[in-house]
């Protein structure tokens, strides 16, 4: 009998694969119990295609969305409604949200302790960082071009701004299968976060933060651009002829040749490095969005290539929200708050949610973002006009994107405001819209003062 | 602490009396379960363990050996139950018996000295009081225990259920029936009347059971308790999905009781167990025959028959046809040891199930068959090659019939085609996770509107209004049994009683796993049902059977009714007499 008990092992075995089978569900369960309850499709949860997840406002605390009912309500202004489509998503599922789903178990009441117990009793409201205002303001400023604007906190890291154009009003949904005029190209797409862009002249800055950081004389140095600059047999033609100039008049003055020949001192190493040390050819990844990550590929170029890469052209690609944050590092001495969409979920007394503040890493040293700002600085000053932004301090550089052969360029304007009580830095994209600071240094305008305001009222 | 008190109020004015009484509910519930469970797993699983002494074996120097087990091997080896160290011995040299009637043998196991009784060579003999027994030349006296000693020995061993008393287990199941009622009759509306006189006849019937039992000298009904703690879930599934079936069910239930008495009857005297083997076996056989004749197909398996209208899974019953086949007694294993007519039966049950497209009874009898096959042979290499041979064999069924594959196509990634193939499984998933770990309450999940949710899903049906811990606690009592097997095999009385209650410890437990792991997508959706919880009455009376085999396994003093006792008459001269 004790053989025959000793073999008793084998139900042991069994009882172990059991229970260790029911550990590893129970470990899976805490780990994607969320998910698994606002999955298209939950039963207590869906209604459609759509999620009941509770209500959504901006940060003044403008009523954005409400899904509790049946139905999907966006907000009560037809203007709102087109400038934060991207973000909450539409009724059919083209556009999808990917914010609302990250935080879907939040919002519609959930815990792993008590399920959706209570849940229907209870409507959680999402609180964004953007304002409806300023969502607003910027989608008119683009006035009907194709482009992007993005306004963030660099000290805190909210995103007062992230409009996507073309857009449409989810309660009047366009032909836009039919529409032959290509006024709805890529529209489904938001792209603040999903698209890259060639970044033109803006992309100097990169350049001059290389060559800050590695070429010791570099701010004694004094250059000559004749207008144009032979390359091993290629000609780089510049936007103008500007003589003797310093590093600062030639970001300025957007200087090709000089900017060109710096590239090329530096060498494809230094300039690879640094697009990867500044997050040019990372994504970024918050509140369920992963940025499209830019490019910067010196892989086999020639000279005149190189030359050319170092002023935003040849094959760079940036990506909005990104180059927004390293306005902000540059802003904020080397270092700044990550960008953020998702302020706080409220409601529930154990679901809630609350963001806790990410910073990048230190990317580049204070002396070198110091002086970086004070030529952007002298940008605003002396070249675009301290006048399109009355009694704010914006340091910014602009740029005219060459986009395929003959079309207009993209106007790109990067920056931010050196003001510790208004820390913003901004992107505008114009597809097609000429020269950057004509274009879109205007639009820049339009929004931060837009911005400016809501922050003084907040502070009031 | 404000928002607290806001919420409170709030919900005061809004909240329907059912809405109150589940929100303290579902609290008290886990807790009440865990009162349960841990008092008869205590019971079952901590007790201290009392041999029983049946003989002794007085050794040439005068030592007088216990024989603790109605079947025990003589030999040199130190897993010999008696260790004879002599060098003439064999490490297994003899098997000692008794038989129901008190009476002994001695049986040779292969040794090399041989046996002689008396001073005759034998290979099998009766041996009583005096009989001079040579192992190997070795002498020896067999002193069987008296009458007056065994009721001697029935009164000084510790009595089961003395420390944890199963009346108090029982009430606290009665408050947690009582409170599961409650609760659903509440949510249900019109069909609250029936739902709490359902609850009330399986009160009546577990009261009816232990009262029995009593009558018995039976103290011992922690075992029953577990199986009617999952019978009382599996009636609140149906109370929240089918409150028709409700009636069916608690017939079943006590169908299930009839067979489990008759079991425990059968099982009492081994000798008349013995006989009940042949029995079985053309009985399992039978049963299933008629099952491919004339079955009926329904979910993709052909393993249902109907009688007047009644439907029927003869599969279930032949669970416990098989148990009786594969038992065997410690004589019969250590001298016949080639299983050959055991692996053929198993092979052609297997093959009929497989016939009737029913993979998941098969595995179980499956993996029933590995269990009786180790218990018998100690030989995991055998079991290796026995998987190994069906593996191959499985992987050539594939080759040739690809369309079985299908069935489990889905496995492992439901979520990627969780509207098609991924369906069941992703909202068990979806409604385990939106329970939480306390339900939503009995009778308020979405489940119930998913095909088979009450019994191949039964898990997430409990997980979705009970929560996960009770879905747990679910589990942990299956596998609570089936510890219980564990811990006493080593003073279990005859190697039948103890290979048959592993087998039926394993079922429940594959069973359990097949079912639990289907759900939740670890293994394919075989559509097995969960012991004693799942809507099904076959199933149902099957498990009760199974609770009989694990009955009989349990030595513990008066503690189980498929155990003899001593008769009244011989207690009670014996309290003339002292």
């Known amino acids: ?460 | 602490m404000k928002e607290i008190l806001d919420s409170l109020s709030q919900l005061a004015g809004t909240v329907s009396a059912g809405e109150l009484v589940n929100g303290v509910l579902r609290y008290l519930f886990p807790v009440l379960t865990l009162v349960i469970l841990g008092r008869c797993a205590r019971s079952l699983l901590l007790y201290h363990k009392e041999p029983e002494v049946w003989a002794w074996l007085v050794a040439p120097n005068g030592d007088r050996l216990p024989v603790t087990h109605w079947e025990t091997l003589l030999g040199r080896a130190k897993t010999c139950d008696v260790v004879l160290d002599y060098p003439t011995i064999s490490r297994s040299h003899a098997v000692l018996t008794r038989y129901d009637d008190g009476s002994w043998t001695i049986s040779d196991v292969g040794s090399k000295g041989g046996i002689t009784v008396n001073g005759a060579a034998t290979s099998m003999e009766v041996v009583s009081q005096g009989d001079k027994i040579a192992l190997g030349g070795v002498e020896f006296t067999l002193v069987p225990i008296t009458k007056k000693q065994e009721v001697i020995q029935t009164e000084v061993r510790t009595r089961a259920g003395g420390l944890i008393h199963p009346f108090f287990t029982l009430f606290f199941l009665t408050l947690f029936q009582i409170c599961a009622a409650v609760n659903l009759a509440l949510e249900s509306g019109e069909d609250d009347q029936a739902i709490l006189v359902a609850f009330g006849v399986l009160m009546l019937m577990q009261w009816g059971l232990f009262i029995f039992m009593r009558i018995l000298r039976r103290t011992g009904f922690e075992v029953e308790t577990i199986a009617f703690f999952l019978c009382t879930l599996g009636l609140s599934v149906i109370a929240s999905d089918a409150p028709g079936e409700l009636t069916k069910q608690l017939f079943c239930i006590g169908a299930g009781l009839v067979v489990f008495l008759f079991l425990c009857w059968s099982l009492r005297g081994l000798e008349r167990a013995k006989k009940f083997r042949y029995l079985a076996a053309v009985g399992g056989i039978g049963l299933l025959l008629i099952n491919l004749v004339f079955g009926v197909e329904q979910y993709g398996a052909k393993n249902w028959i109907y009688i007047a209208g009644m439907s029927f899974q003869p599969s279930e019953l032949v669970k416990l046809c098989f148990i009786f086949v594969g038992a065997s007694t410690l004589q019969r294993i250590m001298t016949k040891r080639n299983m050959f007519l055991f692996i053929a039966y198993s092979a052609m049950i297997c093959g009929c199930l497989v016939l009737l497209s029913d993979f998941g009874t098969a595995l179980i009898f499956f993996v029933a068959f590995l269990v009786i096959a180790y218990m018998r042979s100690g030989s995991f290499a055998t079991i290796a090659l026995i998987v190994a041979a069906t593996g191959f064999g499985g992987v050539l069924a594939l080759r040739f019939k690809p369309y079985i594959l299908n069935r489990f196509s889905a496995w492992g990634h439901v979520w990627e085609d969780a509207a098609n193939t991924g369906y069941q499984q992703t909202r068990s998933m979806m409604c385990l996770a939106s329970g939480g770990l306390f339900g939503l309450g009995a009778g308020r999940g979405w489940l119930q509107y998913v095909g088979a949710s009450d019994t191949d899903l039964v898990f997430a049906f409990i997980g979705e209004e009970w929560g996960l811990l009770m879905a747990i606690f679910m589990v942990l009592a299956v596998v609570c049994l089936a510890a219980f097997v564990v811990k006493s095999a080593s003073v279990g009385r005859s190697s039948f009683y103890t290979i048959g209650a592993c087998a039926a410890g394993a079922i429940l437990l594959v069973q359990t796993m097949l079912n639990v792991f289907g759900t939740v997508d670890l293994l394919p959706l075989t559509g097995v049902t969960f012991p004693f919880v799942s809507n099904g009455g076959s199933s149902m009376i099957a498990c009760w059977g199974l609770l009989a085999f694990i009955k009989a396994a349990d030595t513990r003093q008066n503690a189980s009714v498929a155990v003899k006792l001593p008769s009244k008459r011989d207690l009670e001269t014996d309290k003339e007499t002292t």
């Open chain 1, 1 to 460: 009998m004790r053989r025959i008990s000793n073999r008793t092992i084998f139900l042991l075995i069994l009882m172990g694969v059991l229970v260790l089978g029911v550990v590893f569900f129970t470990v899976r369960f805490f780990l994607h119990a969320g998910e698994w309850v606002t999955f298209p499709g939950s039963p207590h949860v869906y209604s459609g295609s759509n999620l009941s997840s509770g209500k959504v406002t901006d940060r003044s605390g403008v009523l954005l969305l409400d899904s509790t009912g049946d139905s999907r309500v966006y907000a009560e202004d037809e203007a709102v409604r087109r400038a934060t489509l991207h973000l909450l998503g539409d009724r059919y599922g083209y556009i999808s949200a990917p914010i609302l789903e990250e935080y879907a178990d939040a919002l519609v009441g959930y815990s792993v302790v008590n399920g959706l117990y209570g849940a229907d009793r209870t409507a959680n409201t999402a609180v964004l960082s953007i304002s409806a205002q300023v969502q607003k303001t910027a989608l008119e400023a683009l006035s009907g071009y194709h482009g992007t604007v993005g306004v963030y906190n660099y000290k805190t890291g909210e995103i007062l701004c992230a409009v996507t154009s073309p857009s449409y009003d989810p309660d009047n949904m366009p032909d836009i299968e039919g529409d032959q005029t290509g006024a709805y190209d890529g529209v489904y797409l938001n792209r603040f976060f999903q698209t890259t862009t060639v970044p033109g002249s803006i992309f100097k800055l990169v350049t001059a933060a290389a060559a800050l950081e590695t070429l010791p004389d570099i701010t004694s140095r004094t250059f000559t651009c004749n207008g144009t600059l032979d390359v091993e047999g290629d000609t780089l033609v510049c936007n103008g002829t500007h003589g003797a100039i310093n590093l600062t008049q030639a970001l300025a003055n957007s200087c090709n040749v000089v900017f060109g020949q710096l590239a090329m001192e530096l060498g494809p190493e230094v300039l690879e490095e640094y697009a990867q040390k500044l997050g040019i050819t990372q994504s970024l990844s918050f509140d369920g969005l992963t940025t499209a990550a830019g490019s910067f590929d010196l892989t086999d170029a020639e000279n005149f290539e190189i030359a050319w890469a170092g002023c935003g052209q040849y094959n760079d690609l940036i990506n909005p929200c990104q180059y927004m944050t390293l306005m902000g590092v540059i802003a904020n001495g080397g270092q700044a708050a990550l960008p953020y969409l998702m302020d706080r979920v409220e409601g529930g007394l154990l679901t809630s949610y609350e963001h806790g503040k990410t910073t990048t890493k230190r990317v580049l040293e204070r002396s070198t973002t110091d002086t970086i700002a004070q030529m952007m600085r002298n940008n605003v000053v002396n070249v675009y006009g301290a006048w399109q932004f009355p009694d704010l301090e914006v340091c910014a550089k602009s740029g005219t994107a060459e986009v395929g052969e003959g079309g207009t360029s993209n106007a790109t304007f990067a920056g931010f405001i050196r003001d510790e009580a208004y820390p913003l830095a901004f992107i505008v994209i114009v597809e097609h819209g000429g020269a950057g600071s004509s274009a879109a240094a205007p639009i820049a305008g339009k929004v931060l003062n837009a911005c400016v305001e809501v922050l003084s009222q907040e502070k009031n």
